[in-house]
């Protein structure tokens, strides 16, 4: 079993829509993560929950909405989407204490058109 | 703040050559530092980690060695493979135990 999966791995979509990326982990770990990676690979923190409360959330447009039904879930929910937004997202997910140990999903390329 | 300061890419080398991927860093007190390996299509693996000066990070062939008079963790291996290539990234653990980026380096191996 793949320890942290998100769907779906391709998005394409246009400008104005809103869409989602779900992610979920099978580590058993406290803390989740969203980070998005531009297309020269420079990889930014958007948003980290621990145990469903949210943490860390980066200077992040706020047409980006994280939702944590439970500890084992991270879902990113993307408004209005601009061309801007086109990036690889990816989930991750560590365990308390152990925040640098980061076990990564394969990422979501996300295509705005 | 704390910051961490890699080496530009590509780097391009040929197979079995020595790599050398820089990587140098700002931060108060003595930060754990981390290589993370991202292979194409692929989300960051943790590759090696030091958690104080002097320690040697190993793993694969790659070894880096926590610097303290240099703040410096660059990445080496003896002879590369074309299966090495990915993108490379170095990364400090602050006092809140979140992890500060490199901005990654690309390694390009050519047989």
């Known amino acids: 079993d793949t320890a942290v999966s998100q769907t779906p791995k391709y998005l394409v979509t246009q400008m104005g829509n809103d869409k989602s990326i779900k992610c979920e982990q099978n580590?058993?770990?406290?803390?989740m993560y969203w980070y998005k990676q531009d297309s020269k690979k420079f990889l930014k923190i958007m948003f980290s929950y621990n145990n469903k409360e949210l943490i860390i959330n980066e200077t992040v447009p706020n047409r980006f909405s994280p939702k944590s039904p439970d500890k084992a879930h991270l879902n990113l929910h993307i408004n209005s989407l601009e061309l801007g937004d086109s990036a690889v997202y990816f989930c991750?997910?560590?365990?308390?204490?152990?925040?640098?140990?980061?076990?990564f999903g394969s990422g979501t390329q996300l295509s705005v058109l | 703040g704390n910051s961490v300061t890699q080496m530009e890419g590509p780097v391009t080398l040929s197979e079995e050559a020595f790599l050398t991927i820089n990587c140098t860093y700002t931060a108060t007190g003595y930060p754990s530092l981390f290589w993370y390996v991202q292979y194409p299509g692929e989300g960051l693996q943790l590759l090696l980690k030091?958690?104080?000066a002097d320690d040697k990070g190993s793993n694969k062939g790659f070894e880096a060695t926590y610097r303290k008079e240099t703040t410096s963790f660059h990445l080496e291996k003896g002879s590369v493979q074309v299966s090495d290539s990915a993108v490379y990234f170095c990364a400090l653990r602050d006092s809140n135990y979140q992890l500060i980026w490199g901005a990654g380096t690309k390694l390009i191996i050519k047989p």
């Open positions: 580590l058993g770990h406290d803390t």
């Open positions: 030091a958690t104080k």
């Open positions: 991750a997910s560590s365990q308390v204490g152990q925040g640098e140990k980061l076990f």
